[in-house]
């Protein structure tokens, strides 16, 4: 099975300040996507990722960059954090787009903007 | 405007008996659906998948059904168990730019009573 870590489970930043979420897989998947998780509103894809220094925006970019130099490792930024941006982050990694598209996710880092 | 939609953020049942979810969709594009299930501090984790070309597909205790005409499918999950108490996501795959994307619903929360 893929496993997808995410290093940082719990964070608090101060507005303004430049918010680095890192996430790796362990297997030679292709893709990988970065969600947030908000109470009534679901899964929604900010960026995602098909190869390295590839990326696309989701749904949800704005306020948002990401970086993808090696195949198992893409970073979320948050350039200057803002309140609103208070979330639990998800990263899910996934091969290629075959069968069902089932995506393996990271256990979330849950980012408070004070 | 939310092309998946869950209308109950929360169900109880008592364990033993059937558990229903349900997931509304808009777009007929999509072509196939998904469940993930989703405990606290953890990330989400697939559960069953269903094709659009088929109208059921089960697995164990779990169920999904799909009515295309309806734009509706639902998990059914028997019986229940204190265990399957988590928060319910229904997603589903249509494409995006060049990509094949998941765009998830609000989610259920699943309560299950020992």
């Known amino acids: 099975d893929v496993k997808v870590t995410q290093s940082s489970r719990y964070l608090v930043k101060r507005t303004g300040e430049k918010v680095f979420l890192e996430c790796v897989q362990d297997?030679?998947?292709?893709?990988m996507f970065w969600y947030r998780q908000d109470p009534g509103l679901g899964l929604r894809l900010i960026y995602f990722?098909?190869?390295?220094?590839?990326?696309e925006k989701g749904d949800i970019p704005e306020g948002y960059s990401v970086s993808r130099e090696k195949k198992e490792r893409f970073s979320l930024i948050l350039e200057s954090a803002s309140t609103n941006q208070t979330s639990m982050y998800l990263c899910?990694?996934?091969?290629?787009?075959?069968?069902?598209?089932?995506?393996?996710f990271g256990a979330g880092s849950r980012l408070t903007v004070l | 405007d939310q092309q998946v939609k869950q209308n109950s953020p929360s169900l109880s049942v008592q364990e033993g008996r059937i558990s229903i979810l349900n997931c509304d969709y808009t777009?007929?594009?999509?072509?196939?659906f998904l469940w993930y299930k989703k405990y606290p501090a953890e990330g989400p984790t697939f559960l069953i998948s269903?094709?659009?070309?088929?109208d059921k597909n089960e697995d164990g205790r779990f169920t999904v059904f799909l009515n295309k005409s309806a734009k509706h499918l639902s998990l059914h999950i028997v019986p229940s168990q204190p265990g399957d108490s988590a928060v319910y996501f229904c997603?589903?795959?249509?494409?995006?730019?060049?990509?094949?994307?998941?765009?998830f619903g609000s989610g259920t929360q699943l309560t299950v009573l020992p």
């Open positions: 990722s098909y190869d390295v220094k590839m990326k």
């Open positions: 777009n007929s594009m999509f072509d196939y």
């Open positions: 297997m030679d998947h292709e893709n």
């Open positions: 997603a589903a795959r249509g494409y995006s730019g060049s990509a094949r994307q998941l765009t």
């Open positions: 269903i094709s659009s070309i088929k």
């Open positions: 899910a990694a996934q091969g290629s787009f075959s069968g069902a598209n089932v995506l393996t």
